[in-house]
Every structure is written in structure tokens, then in C-alpha cells.
């Protein structure tokens, strides 16, 4: 896809003239795993201190490290749905530096030889618009441990449980040029691991963050220096970080300063990025492979047979929405951010009018479950109601009006919208007796009125309110109208 | 039965197994002997002889069902790199002192499996880094042997020094030990021992306190070649918790032994002739081909024209895998903590100088700069394509040949203080053995003769990679012919 | 290459090895001495050839995803030199 975008919208207004800013992520995912990357230990959230810990996390002398298959099917699959190239071998190194919470004094990740390489994503806009960004690569390596500074005053806290949690992270190019679009990349990136099923995207669990490389440029000009903001971990905190940051430079440049290549952490309370002085050590990670670990080579008959129980993918997802159900690019957009949202989609709409559907999950479903903050994924609701209500619309039983009356109840758990709309009488009421009846009366009721419209044809929507009205809003509006036209004369 | 702390392990099993005594009153027989002999020769860093006497009723008690394994009721001793569950373990350090391991290496995990009995952990240069013992914390272990009239203290060699010093004092039938540049042959060769290397992959080395993990591998010190063969069979494992373990069958070595070397091609690289080398070092290498020769091998002369090579790309590799194994010591989560640190970089600064000796230190920073900015390619890579080309020599002459004889060390054992000026005449301890472990192929040191000062000199046989069969084949012709029978006198 | 006392510093401290000012001079000879030494790799030609990384010839064993491990608080603080509630505890991090 083109992108549409001019550039000079992307462009921020200095004192001294315009900046642009140049992005790139690195995302750390979580491996939906149940153990560790290289040991037994259990992966997850809650347990009690030091509880998830084996002696291989811990660091302990002799202990070595045993890679999960799991995992780099994980990072595999991940791979694959980022459209980038696996490679058959890859190598595990050792970066090596010293914090209370890394217990070996390295942590194991891939520098040289990564599992997966270059790939591309297509990321869409709020305003529908395309761009892409290019994936540098994806590799696998462990996360450090926790430590808990507020339960003393003079020393800090260790929880190992995190410690040797497989990640998996994802490099991107410096493509991105506004914080709209890195949170854009995020969350497409986030969208499809969840529907690849290799990390739940949980960023309040942290089990997906954002380091963020900010640097600015003059248009047109090569790349300044730039910056890394670890721990921006929600989408707002990515712009808001991306935005403090991107200014602070550009005071500093305007002011003939230049930027100090440096690690800064995001504080959400300020909304403020700080040097972060733990890491300002000097950075000499001192790689090497890990003898502990052989080269990793993978089967390409095994790559193929993850190829072919991926699932169908976000974009893919969207083509096919907008083909085969003829949605809008924007509504086919909202349906397949969430895959839970896409399927429950997809099961309303067998057989029905799918974008009477697609209206109804986008909206009312939608903003119900936002209501209860809950997701597709827990939405009580079965599809089957919301299909069985399109069908009553469909079918004339209710009218589109009644329908939110209907679904109102049936969101209350008071059963099938057949079921309510029998226990409330909601039916729609298309026997031309009754409405004549009705229209007689205020046709006999208001004379002054009914004289009025053979001058004001317009002014018979008050009648036709007035029926509904008498009727309990159960008439069919285009019987109503019929009748009404005919006893007014019009 | 006199003195059954000079029986052979094999003979001592047997023995057992017989019921010609228990394994009650052969442990006692050793815990005197340590009792007696360890204020003079260090060898052990901790016995442990209650546990000891409880393992040997627990075998006494195997043995009378008629149950047992195959080292059932032996008491052994186990190099202090061994992880021990419930018991000390410090590889000879300070930065351990006090670390209690809540798990069992492997390698002994096997041991006790097939009935050994456990007398205590043996010293060893600190981390496994020295040739003498000397680095260790524990201060050096003292060589039961002694040159000609003279009482001067010499090493056992090292860093396996504990296990050799033990083995040919009778202070255990056999020990554990771990080689990563020469660490079991060497001391071997100077205490009249037998050390085997295998091929790396065989032993696991879980729960081994690393050093170098791309070279450590776990090997036996015994007695006899017999005893080795029975040894390490038992040491050996298939383990999966270790990613480099080989997942390969682990033969009965014992049935290699007394076979005829008839027709074998014996390789005589002629790069191991080195400058200094002592003359009687020369000749008994010249006399091992000759026994050989006897016995129906082929003698073939090969070039292994990377040789020189090999220990200085040992001395950037290990340290450089060193320097990360050892971050770990950090005085966070165990091992030693310096008290009143001022800040964390203080506290991790403080406690490594204070638990490190000179020697780790000295290598840990050489690692530290070999992998650093600017030099990771010039040093480290550099040294992983020589190592290369070491590994390709070998694999070049194995057409030609089917095992590999030299000289084990390029001297006798020499007195303790004597090579502690400059670092790298003590490396070159290592010159013979560092290219097996760079190419991962089993090696053994068999004592083959005496100096004039009466002191053993071993001969190395290097063997293709698991074809340790062939490489006991040939140790064990070379023990028939050389007949040594030394032992040293008994002075303390 | 070699190696002044600034660098012996800078390398003493990656490893985190507190390194009295006056050992720093003698550290410098010692390596230069050990480096010097190990120059003598530069004579190999290894135009082309592979880094070799590890003897063993197989691939790397994958160990299958079960929880096997872990619930083991008082193994894992057992030689602790500090700890607290189920912690590690060391001296205040700033970060
Ligand atoms: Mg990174
Ligand atoms: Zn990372």
C-alpha cells in the first residue's frame, strides 16, 4: 500500500523551522508459554516471592540452561505473521552486565545470528490510511528478574519469578515519523501475536512493552542521535512519551546543543522522560556466544507445517471482510482489531445481512462490553442473539427502532430476542386493520390538522408519530405511512 | 587383608563384592589415612566421614542382599567443583566458602547411583584456573612425591591437584576430577596417576561449577587404566538438563583393555618436540613408541602443524567464557557478600576482589578484555578460527592414524613457589593437553616412567572423538609395558 | 596492543573487580605480558575459516513446555547472604 500521508503533516514546527522525528521500537513480548525459556520453572502472574524460580534462573553454580520447543515455535509463528524471514539457524549469545535482578550476570539473547530477520508490517492509520514499517528481526531472550524498592528504606528487594520468562523482541527500522503512528505499530504488532496466539498482548502485566528510540532530524537531513525511553508501557504513554521527548530535543538542538546518546526512562506520573543513571554504566555488553547452548537449526519441513496452521491474519482478515461481506474498510478495520471480535462477527453474520450485523457489533455490542470493561473474549452475549435479532429486523417482527429496546432486554439477561420480543409484545404490528383503526382516531381527533396537510405534505410525520405513539411504536412505519397517505388524500 | 587402601578400585570392588571385607572397614581404612596424611598434603578440603560411613552401611547393607552396583561400597573422592547435595562445595574459593548446594552434580549423582561412597571434596585451584594448586584458597596441595634426596614441597599439578595427590597418597581408591585445559592429565602425570578426559559431551556437566563451559569436561584419576575404564563409565551419562551432553551409548571401556594394539597406527606429532623439554621426558616418549612398536602398532610420524597455536587461543577462550560463567559470584543470592559496601557498584567491586584470588582475578579480566569493544574480533574470534583450525588437524590425520602419542607434560612435577613469577610459563604446564580439550577429544595420561629424581612421567594418548575405546586400548598396552609399579614414600 | 593502566581501569570495572590504583600498573604489565604472548595468533592464517564455538557436532535438544521446576523459595534463598519475606535482599538500587 502507498501511503497516503503528505509529508509535511508529519512535520513538527520548531522555533527555528520544522523537525521531523524518526522512530523505531523495539517491542518485548512475552512467549505465551506455561515454562520457562530455559528452565522448568513456571511462567506467570501473582505467585507468592521467588515462588516461579528454578535454580537455573537463580544462577546457581553448575546449573545450565535447556531450551523450551514451545518457545521458538512461538518465535517462529510470531515471525511468520510478520512476514519475515525465519532463519534455519540461529545461535543464542550471552550479553553480559552486572544488576541485582539479571542472576548470572548475562542474560541469554540473540545478537549475531537471530531467529528470525527482516519482515514487514502494514500498519493503518486512525484516518484509514496506510504506511508500513520494516522489521529489523525477532529474536528470543530471557527477562530479568523484579526488583522491589518500597519495602525498606535502605535496601532493595529481589523476585526472581520473572526471571528466564521467554521474550521475544521485536526490532523495527526507524520508519516511524509521529506518535500516532508508533502506537499504531504497537498496536498492530500487539493484534497480530494475539491472533498468532504467542503472547496475550496483557501490557498492565507487562507482558508486552515498548523501548522507544527517539531521535529528530530537519527534513531531508540524516539521522540525529537518538535516544532509548524504556518502560513506556500503554499506548498512551508511548505518545506521550514520544512527544516530551521529541520537544526536549528539539529545545536542546535550537538552543545549539546536541543530544547525549543515552538511555531515558518514561515517569507516567510526570509525563516526563529522565536519564536513567542505573544504565548510564559504561555500555560494553561484551557478547559472545553461549557455550552453554549449541547453534539452533530448525527443520524447514517444521517451519512449513507452522506456516500451515497459522491462522488467518489481521489484513488478510480485512480483505475478506470487505470482499466477502462488502463492509467498509473502516468497519472490516474495527471488526478485526480484536480476533474475538472478528469471530463473533463472523458467527452473527451467517446467513443474515452482514453489515446490519457489522453495525450492531461495531456499536451496541461494542459500546456495552466498553460499559462493563470487558472484551470480545468475555462478552456474554452469544452471536446467536445478535443474529436472531437482525433476522427479527430483517424479517419485519421488529422495527429497527424496537431493536434497541429488544437488545436491551436481551442484554439483561432476559433471554433471545424472540423470547423478548414475545414476553414484551414487541412485535411489530403490520395488520392494516389496527392501524387504520388507530389512524381513524387521530385523523377524527385533530381535523384542523388533517386539513392542513393537503397544503403541507410534509407535515404528515406528525401523524405518522402520533400512530406510532397510539400504537406503542409496534407499527410497521411503512404500512402506517401507506394508510396515512391514503386517508389524508395525499 | 593388609592394607586395603592400596588396592586397586577394581580390586577393591571385587573384593567387596566378594565380601572379603566391608565397605564399613575399607571407608574406615581411608578416613585414618586422611586423618593421618591431610595436615601435610591439603589433599582434602573437607572430609566428610560421618556421611561417608553412612553411604557404606547403606552399601554394606546392598552388598549382603547381594544387590549393589558397580562401584558399590567404593570410597571415592570428589574434586570441590562437584556440586554435593546437602555438603559444602567451594571449587576452591573464597567466594564459595560456606555455599551449600541443594542438588547433586551429575557426574556424582552417578556415582552414588552405582554404589560409591563419598569421603570428602578435594582441593583444587580456585575455579579450576592453575597448574599447581597454588591459586587455591584452600593453599596448595602437597605432592606425595618427593625428587631424589631433596624435601622440598612440590606440586601435584593442578588444577585436579586434590584428586591426584589423593589417589597416589591412598587417601581414596579413586576421585573425580575435571579437565579443561590439562586439569586431570597433568596432575596425573605428575603424581604416577591415571586421568582420562573424555570426549567432550560424555560427562554432564550439571552441577559442575563451571570454569570453561565449551572445554570443562569430568574425568577419573585412578590407579590403574582398569580402574579409569570402570570409572568413568560410571561418571558418563546421556543428560538432558545439559545441552551439550551427548545423547550416545556409554560403552563397557573395560573390555578394550589387554586387546592387542596389533595393527593400530600410532601418530607421533612431530610438533610436540618442545624447546626445554627434559631429555628423559624425550626418551620415555621414544620408549612408549618402541613398546608400541613391540606390541604390533604401526608408529607413524604427523604433523599437527597448528599445535603451537593452541594455548594461546586456550588463554583467550577460557578466560573469555570464564569472565561471564564467574559473574555470577556477586554476593547477591550466595557465596561471599563484603560487609559495609557504600553503594551496589561497591558492594559488587568489593566482594569479587575480596573472593576472587589473584589468579581468577587476572583471568577474568583478561576475558573481560578479549570480549570487549574493539577487541572481540582481533582476540576472540580470532582465537575460535584457530581453535578451528586445531580441531581440523586432528580430523586431517585420522585417516592415517587411530590414536595419537605424546608426552603428557614437558616436565616432572617442580617444587611449589617455582613458576609463580610469570603467568605464562605456568600456562605452558598445559602445552601437550590444551589441544584435546580445544578439539574435544579424549585424552589419557598414563604413568609410564621415573626421572632421575625418581619423579613419574606420564604419556599421553589422544584418541578420535568417542572412540575412547581405542584410547584404552593403547593406555593399556602402554601400562603392561612400561610396568610401573612406583609408588611414592610414605613421609607424612 | 597494548594495554595502558586507563584501560586496565576500564576492564577491572566491567568485571567488577575493585582494583587498588597501585595494582593497576602491575596488572598492565601482566597482561601486556599474557597479550603479548597471545599475538602470536596473528601468524595463523584463518582466511575464511568458521569460528568454532563448541565441539559437539548435533543440534540443540529442545526440552518440551511442562512446568517441571520452581516452588523451591527456601532452596533458592538457602545461602542467601540476605533475605526477607521470600526475597533476595541487597543493598538499595537506584535506578
Ligand atoms: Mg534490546
Ligand atoms: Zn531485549
Known amino acids: 500500500m502507498t501511503d497516503t500521508t503528505t509529508a509535511d503533516t508529519k512535520l513538527i514546527q520548531g522555533r527555528t523551522g520544522p523537525w521531523e522525528i524518526v522512530m523505531g521500537l523495539e517491542i518485548h513480548a512475552q512467549v505465551a508459554s506455561k515454562a520457562k525459556l530455559f528452565s522448568g520453572a513456571a511462567v506467570g502472574f501473582g505467585a507468592g516471592p521467588n515462588e516461579q524460580v528454578s535454580l537455573v534462573d537463580a544462577g546457581f553454580p553448575g546449573m545450565l540452561p535447556t531450551l523450551n520447543r514451545f518457545c521458538v515455535e512461538q518465535a517462529v509463528r510470531s515471525g511468520l505473521g510478520l512476514r519475515a524471514k525465519i532463519n534455519l539457524k540461529s545461535q543464542f549469545d550471552r550479553k553480559n552486565y552486572f544488576y541485582p535482578d539479571?542472576?548470572?550476570?548475562?542474560?541469554?539473547?540473540?545478537?549475531?545470528?537471530?531467529?528470525?530477520?527482516?519482515?514487514?508490517?502494514?500498519?493503518?492509520?486512525?484516518?484509514?490510511?496506510?504506511?508500513?514499517?520494516?522489521i529489523e528481526r525477532l529474536h528470543l531472550e530471557q527477562d530479568a528478574g523484579k526488583l522491589i524498592h518500597d519495602l525498606s528504606p535502605t535496601e532493595s528487594y529481589v523476585d526472581l519469578n520473572r526471571a528466564g520468562t521467554a521474550l521475544m523482541e521485536i526490532v523495527s527500522k526507524p520508519d516511524l515519523r509521529t506518535p500516532e503512528e508508533a502506537v499504531a505499530y504497537v498496536k498492530k504488532i500487539r493484534t497480530i501475536l494475539i491472533y498468532l496466539g504467542t503472547c496475550d498482548g496483557d501490557m498492565e502485566k507487562g507482558n508486552l512493552r515498548a523501548d522507544v528510540n527517539v531521535s529528530v532530524r530537519r527534513p531531508g537531513e540524516p539521522f540525529g542521535t537518538r535516544c532509548e525511553i524504556k518502560n513506556v508501557n500503554s499506548f498512551r504513554f508511548i505518545a506521550q512519551a514520544i512527544n516530551y521527548e521529541a520537544r526536549r530535543q528539539i529545545e536542546i538542538l535550537e538552543d545549539g546543543g546536541s543530544i547525549i546518546q543515552e538511555t531515558r526512562l518514561f515517569d507516567p506520573g510526570k509525563g516526563e522522560t529522565r536519564s536513567m543513571r542505573s544504565k548510564e554504566e559504561a555500555h560494553d555488553y561484551r557478547y559472545f556466544p553461549d557455550p552453554d547452548l549449541l547453534p539452533l537449526e530448525l527443520e524447514q519441513a517444521w517451519i512449513d507445517e507452522i506456516k500451515a496452521s497459522l491462522p488467518e491474519l489481521p489484513d488478510e482478515k480485512r480483505r475478506r471482510f470487505m470482499s466477502q461481506y462488502g463492509l467498509s474498510q473502516y468497519d472490516a478495520g474495527v471488526l478485526i482489531s480484536e480476533q474475538a471480535k472478528a469471530d463473533y462477527f463472523e458467527e452473527a453474520a451467517k446467513g443474515r445481512d452482514a453489515k446490519l450485523v457489522a453495525n450492531w457489533v461495531t456499536n451496541e455490542v461494542s459500546a456495552r462490553l466498553a460499559a462493563a470493561g470487558k472484551d470480545f473474549a468475555e462478552n456474554p452475549l452469544p452471536a446467536a442473539h445478535v443474529a436472531q435479532l437482525v433476522e427479527l429486523i430483517e424479517n419485519g417482527t421488529i422495527?429497527?427502532?424496537?431493536?434497541?429496546?429488544?437488545?436491551?432486554?436481551?442484554?439483561?439477561?432476559?433471554g433471545s430476542p424472540a423470547e423478548v420480543v414475545e414476553k414484551h409484545g414487541l412485535k411489530q404490528v403490520t395488520d392494516t386493520g389496527a392501524i387504520e383503526k388507530a389512524v381513524d382516531e387521530i385523523i377524527a381527533a385533530n381535523p384542523d390538522k388533517a386539513a392542513a396537510v393537503a397544503e403541507k405534505p410534509q407535515a404528515i410525520g406528525w401523524f405518522v408519530g402520533q400512530v406510532m405513539k397510539a400504537t406503542g411504536g409496534k407499527a410497521n412505519p411503512a404500512a402506517v405511512n401507506d394508510i396515512l397517505k391514503a386517508k389524508l388524500g395525499l | 587383608m593388609s592394607d586395603l587402601t592400596k588396592l586397586t578400585l577394581k580390586a577393591a570392588v571385587d573384593g567387596l563384592k566378594a565380601r572379603d571385607f566391608s565397605s564399613e572397614e575399607i571407608t574406615r581404612a581411608f578416613i585414618a589415612n586422611i586423618e593421618a596424611a591431610n595436615p601435610r598434603l591439603n589433599a582434602y578440603v573437607l572430609p566428610t566421614s560421618d556421611k561417608a560411613l553412612d553411604m557404606a552401611r547403606a552399601a554394606d547393607a546392598r552388598l549382603a542382599k547381594g544387590e549393589g552396583g558397580p562401584l558399590e561400597g567404593a570410597p571415592l573422592g570428589i574434586k570441590d567443583l562437584f556440586c554435593t547435595d546437602g555438603v559444602q562445595t567451594t571449587a576452591g574459593s573464597n567466594m564459595l566458602r560456606g555455599f551449600v548446594p541443594p542438588y547433586e552434580s551429575t557426574v556424582t549423582a552417578n556415582l552414588w547411583r552405582d554404589g560409591a561412597v563419598m569421603l570428602g571434596k578435594l582441593n583444587m585451584d580456585e575455579f579450576a584456573m592453575?597448574?599447581?594448586?597454588?591459586?587455591?584458597?584452600?593453599?596448595?596441595?602437597?605432592?606425595?612425591?618427593?625428587?631424589?634426596?631433596?624435601?622440598a614441597d612440590l606440586t601435584p599439578g593442578g588444577s585436579s591437584g586434590g584428586s591426584a595427590a589423593a589417589v597416589a597418597g591412598d587417601l581414596c581408591l579413586a576421585a573425580t576430577a575435571s579437565d579443561t585445559g590439562g586439569s586431570i592429565r597433568q596432575p596425573a602425570a605428575f603424581t604416577g596417576t591415571v586421568g582420562v578426559k573424555p570426549t567432550y559431551g560424555r560427562a554432564s556437566r550439571f552441577g559442575m561449577v563451571a570454569f570453561a563451559s565449551s572445554l570443562d569436561q569430568a574425568g577419573p584419576i585412578t590407579k590403574t587404566v582398569e580402574d579409569a575404564a570402570l570409572?568413568?563409565?560410571?561418571?558418563?551419562?546421556?543428560?538432558?538438563?545439559?545441552?551439550?551432553?551427548?545423547?550416545?551409548?556409554?560403552p563397557d571401556w573395560t573390555q578394550s583393555l589387554g586387546r592387542s594394539v596389533k595393527g593400530l597406527r600410532i601418530g607421533i606429532p612431530k610438533e610436540y618436540v618442545v624447546d626445554g623439554m627434559p631429555?628423559?621426558?624425550?626418551?620415555?616418549?621414544e620408549k612408549g613408541q618402541a613398546w608400541l612398536r613391540e606390541a604390533g602398532a604401526e608408529i607413524v610420524e604427523i604433523s599437527l602443524p597448528h599445535t603451537k597455536y593452541a594455548l594461546p587461543a586456550y588463554y583467550i577462550i577460557a578466560p573469555a567464557e570464564a569472565s561471564s560463567n564467574l559473574a555470577r559470584y556477586d554476593g547477591m543470592r550466595f557465596g561471599h557478600r563484603a560487609a559495609d559496601a557504600k553503594s551496589l557498584t561497591d558492594l559488587y567491586e568489593t566482594t569479587r576482589a575480596e573472593g576472587f584470588g589473584k589468579e581468577v582475578q587476572r583471568r577474568l579480566t583478561i576475558g573481560a578484555y578479549v570480549l570487549s569493544a574493539g577487541f572481540y574480533d582481533a582476540y576472540y574470534v580470532r582465537a575460535l578460527k584457530v581453535r578451528r583450525r586445531i580441531a581440523e588437524d586432528f580430523d586431517n590425520v585420522w585417516g592415517k592414524v587411530d590414536a595419537i602419542l605424546t608426552p603428557s607434560t614437558p616436565s616432572a612435577a617442580f617444587a611449589i613457589g617455582n613458576r609463580q613469577i610469570d603467568p605464562v610459563t605456568m600456562y605452558l604446564n598445559d602445552v601437550f593437553t590444551v589441544t584435546a580439550n580445544l578439539a574435544g577429544l579424549p585424552g589419557i595420561s598414563v604413568p609410564a616412567g621415573l626421572d632421575k629424581g625418581g619423579l613419574p612421567l606420564g604419556l599421553q594418548v589422544i584418541g578420535k572423538a568417542l572412540d575412547e575405546a581405542t584410547v584404552f586400548q593403547v593406555a593399556s598396552a602402554l601400562e603392561d609395558a612400561a610396568g610401573f609399579v612406583a609408588k611414592p614414600e610414605k613421609w607424612w | 596492543m597494548a594495554v595502558d593502566v586507563a584501560t586496565v581501569r576500564r576492564v577491572a570495572h566491567l568485571a567488577r573487580i575493585k582494583t587498588p590504583e597501585g595494582r593497576l600498573e602491575p596488572l598492565a604489565q601482566e597482561l601486556n605480558g599474557i597479550l603479548a604472548w597471545i599475538e602470536q595468533l596473528n601468524e595463523v592464517d584463518v582466511e575464511g575459516v568458521e569460528p568454532?564455538?563448541?565441539?559437539?557436532?548435533?543440534?540443540?535438544r529442545l526440552r518440551d513446555d511442562v512446568v517441571t521446576d520452581g516452588n523451591k523459595v527456601a532452596d533458592v534463598l538457602s545461602n542467601a547472604p540476605k533475605s526477607a519475606d521470600g526475597f533476595f535482599v541487597v543493598p538499595k538500587v537506584v535506578e
Open chain 1, 102 to 134: 539479571l542472576p548470572t550476570g548475562y542474560q541469554i539473547s540473540q545478537l549475531y545470528h537471530p531467529i528470525v530477520g527482516e519482515g514487514v508490517v502494514e500498519v493503518e492509520r486512525d484516518d484509514g490510511t496506510f504506511f508500513e514499517v520494516g
Open chain 1, 399 to 414: 422495527s429497527s427502532k424496537i431493536a434497541k429496546e429488544v437488545f436491551d432486554h436481551v442484554w439483561n439477561g432476559e
Open chain 2, 130 to 151: 592453575g597448574s599447581s594448586n597454588e591459586t587455591s584458597a584452600f593453599g596448595p596441595v602437597i605432592n606425595p612425591w618427593k625428587s631424589g634426596a631433596s624435601n
Open chain 2, 231 to 250: 570409572m568413568l563409565r560410571s561418571m558418563c551419562s546421556f543428560d538432558p538438563k545439559d545441552s551439550t551432553s551427548l545423547d550416545v551409548e556409554t
Open chain 2, 279 to 285: 631429555a628423559e621426558q624425550m626418551e620415555l616418549w
Open chain 3, 52 to 60: 568454532m564455538t563448541s565441539n559437539v557436532h548435533q543440534p540443540l
